[in-house]
């Protein structure tokens, strides 16, 4: 049975797209440096130096204080070269929503964690650009009368929790914020997706440029259906977070089944109470 997995973006060109973005300047970039800033905070809570750091993606998130070496690697559809239980802290800012193998990406970076190592990662969900998405498919529906799929999917909460476990990680968190960002027109909003690297660079993607007219209609529909009153169209981006552990004998166990202090049954009863 074929195992290997389903391969749909084409990584030598997002690779390519994110590096023509960064040459399109730091202005664009306001939603990266957003999420590593809150990527930052939750760090705050976990009281430990990080003596050794891999940033996968290389996006921004810098440190004070309590960091140590920062190695960085690019997303590739080839294992990463990287030293096993090594690493005291694995981050990652919007990029994993690109990775092919992200069941296979996880289980590596676990194995390249220290015991009590912690991997902490942002990416695109489910949400994202639905309202560009739905514009897209209307207009060229409309138009041509098919439709290429030129927003990219993007994986749900529960999914990636599931993806944490299988992959071995302790104490998996999967969590999410939803941002709405307003712009003066849809064209704006699709001049900073590609400022941000976020072209379509599905393997399945059409080669033929969108034709002027559906691009047109396609603006139209956003404005239509999605605009605000003082006329700019919201765009929705929703963040899904990442944090596991490598497993260690010191981290919090669940109870095993029949080790409660009372039974659940017991404790439903009225006027019950629960030992402290």
Known sequence: MNSSPAYIFDTKLYLANRARGKRMGADFDFLRREIADRLQDRLQDVNRPFEHILDIGDDMIR???????????????????LKKAHYSLIIS???????????????????????????????????????????????????????????????????????????????????????TITYEHPLKLMQELRAMGEANALIARSKKPLRRDVMMRA?????????????????????????????????????????AAMRLSDALKPGAQTKS
């Open 93 to 179: 800012n919007l990029v994993m929503h690109w990775v092919n193998d992200l069941p296979g990406l996880l289980i590596q970076l676990n194995q390249a964690l220290k015991p009590d190592g912690m991997l902490v990662a942002s990416m695109f969900g489910g949400e994202t650009l639905k309202e560009l998405r739905h514009a897209l498919l209307a207009a060229e529906s409309e138009i041509t009368g098919g439709a290429a799929q030129r927003i990219i999917p993007f994986a749900d909460v529960k999914s990636l929790g599931s993806l944490l476990q299988r992959a071995g990680y302790a104490l998996p968190v999967t969590d999410m914020d939803t941002i």
């Open 219 to 259: 603006c139209e529909i956003y404005q239509t259906e999605y605009g605000l009153e003082n006329g700019r169209i919201p765009a929705t981006f929703q963040i899904m977070y990442l944090t596991g552990w490598h497993p260690h004998e010191s981290q919090q166990k669940p109870l095993k089944p029949g080790s």
């Open 63 to 81: 440190f004070t204080g309590r960091a140590g070496n920062t190695d960085t690697a690019p997303i590739s559809d080839t294992p990463l070269d």
